[in-house]
């Protein structure tokens, strides 16, 4: 279990995420060294966490960012990350995003479908600018996650299918306010097996061979997100197996010469710094459940009532007391406001502060203020 200041908890309001920053600054380090590839550009997945004292952070540490939104977008550059360090993805970019990012110099914009491109190219010819892009594919890959969070098959609305690919590639090559630098996927996230990212590679050589045959060569590849966490047993595997991801990269994708490849990591950055501290309210006796009633609610932690995910629970205050059988819920009117059924816990008392281990992904930044609920703060911790 890990260990938590809980001295300090005393005088704090909950819920709030509690963001522990010497694993966060680990976790990088280790994305620094293990990604140590002058080809490799590494950025990360702001829909993962938006807070800026997180961000800050990343910046520092040299990673890019890949944003989904003018948003998010604009949270990058305030936390002082460069525009040419941003990719922009996403399926559904609003005019007044395009122009936004044309305006703040992105990098490169993930380009979804072919009436997105003409009308990139329409405002990058209005303002007198050349859009970078890359065209996002969908390779059709089984990621073996969660059905909602699978992106790359043929039936997921992301990316243009591959055998559209001729005709649009054709098209940019005759745009002029385009520049194609690459191509783009993302098969889906919270990919807990190597198998996916190999299939990946594989999808990725073919398509390559097939467009040097044709005389087209791209500058970058970008294989997206995805690499899953252990939410069973966060102290087992505090830092993910980065080691292992890039090199199945390394190993199986063959970039040619000057080629960069790029990633756009997430979850896999700040899941396993963040927990979600919360305070119990009530212990309630049922005829056939006892429930721990706690200050928290689906609203600042959605993940278990939208994908029945499982966040490990710990009672931090009696972690050695004996111990008993508790559904953990929420105070939200909803019944899918409800972490944990039947969770062993150590005896739960009124006041005790309980964790939602690995929560700093997807946690925060998917708060929202249902019910007319405050949202949750944050409180960082550097040991
Ligand atoms: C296009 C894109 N890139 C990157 C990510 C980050 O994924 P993850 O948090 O699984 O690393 C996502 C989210 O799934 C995404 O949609
Ligand atoms: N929000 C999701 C993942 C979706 C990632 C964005 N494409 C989660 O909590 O697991």
Redesign the pocket.
Known sequence: MARFPIDEFKELATPFYFYDLTLLDRTLAEIKRTSRDERFRVHYAI?ANANPGILRRIQASGLGVDAVSGGEILAAIDAGFHGEQIVYAGVGKTDAEIRLALNNGVGCFNVESEPELDIIDEIASSLGLKANIALRINPNIDAHTHEY?T?GLAENKFGINLDQLPDIIEKVLRLDHINLSGLHFHIG??ITEIEPFLMLCETINRIQDEWTERGVEFKTINVGGGLGIDYADPDRHPIPDFEGYFKAFRNHLRLRPEQELHFEL??SVVAQCGSLITRVLYVKEGTTKRFAIVDAGMTDLI?PAL?N?HHRIENISSPNDVKHHYDVVGPICESSDCFGKDEMLPAIRRGDFLALRSAG??GEI?ASQYNCRTLPSSYFYEK
């Open positions: 829909k969070i992106t996230s919270q997430g979850r993940r994908y995910a992904a997807y998917m």
